[in-house]
């Protein structure tokens, strides 16, 4: 069965540094890639998403993911975080028709 | 800018009673969608929707049922409740399907079951 895998359940990471949250699936064919951010108390809104093209996406907030076909990756960057930042963050993966949403990573940004 | 709007946000049950969540959107979307989410289990589809009238079910289905009489509206529905429902409940809707578009999610309703 296609799955998708968020390597870290929490980063925690100190104001200003930067931070990769990373996000592997598994198939074989052609996929469209997501990643949705949950802010506390809130429900989840996109961030980016892969469809076709470049394979650097540039989202909201100065996140940015790559799409990596040979290693089945889509890890999502930012230089710089903020306090604000602070949020739970899913992978999701488009495979047979139905989004297939990762375990989420708790993105912890510490003063 | 209602979007996608919830009712009731929290709620007590005790095992064998029944509810309602309701689901409203505003954006005259086709496809809407109801979600579980538990810890460490990301977001799981329950069931959805691609238009008035239609419904049809997702990943995890068992023990909810849903309907769309109206395209604004979507309802999930539990008969008669237990603790592994016990979740947070998150309904969302987008004009494409969600393999390609955007999915707007409203606030969540939390579910307690005793």
């Known amino acids: 069965a296609q799955s998708v895998t968020q390597l870290d359940s929490q980063v925690p990471v100190f104001e200003e540094a930067p931070v990769e949250l990373r996000c592997n699936y598994s198939s074989s064919v052609s996929v469209y890639l997501f990643w949705y951010v949950q802010y506390p108390n809130q429900g989840l809104q996109l961030l980016l998403k892969y469809l076709s093209g470049s394979t650097l996406v540039k989202g909201i907030n100065g996140f940015e993911a790559e799409f990596n076909k040979s290693q089945t990756s889509f890890h999502l960057r930012k230089p710089s975080v903020h306090i604000s930042d602070t949020a739970e963050y899913f992978c999701?993966?488009?495979?047979?028709?139905?989004?297939?949403f990762g375990q989420g990573t708790t993105l912890q940004v510490k003063p | 800018n209602a979007g996608v709007t919830q009712t009731p946000k929290f709620r007590v049950l005790k095992t064998g009673q029944s509810m309602t969540l309701l689901c409203a959107q505003d954006m005259n979307h086709e496809y809407m969608y109801w979600y579980r989410q538990d810890p460490g289990m990301g977001l799981r589809l329950i069931h959805y929707?691609?238009?008035?009238?239609?419904?049809a079910k997702g990943e995890v289905p068992d023990g909810y049922n849903v309907s769309r009489l109206k395209k604004q509206n979507f309802l999930l529905g539990l008969e008669s409740a237990a603790p592994s429902q016990t979740s947070v409940y998150f309904c969302a809707s987008s004009f494409l399907a969600e393999n390609t578009g955007e999915l707007f999610f409203g606030e969540g309703s939390r579910l307690t079951v005793l």
């Open positions: 929707s691609v238009g008035e009238g239609t419904t």
């Open positions: 999701a993966v488009s495979l047979t028709g139905k989004l297939i």
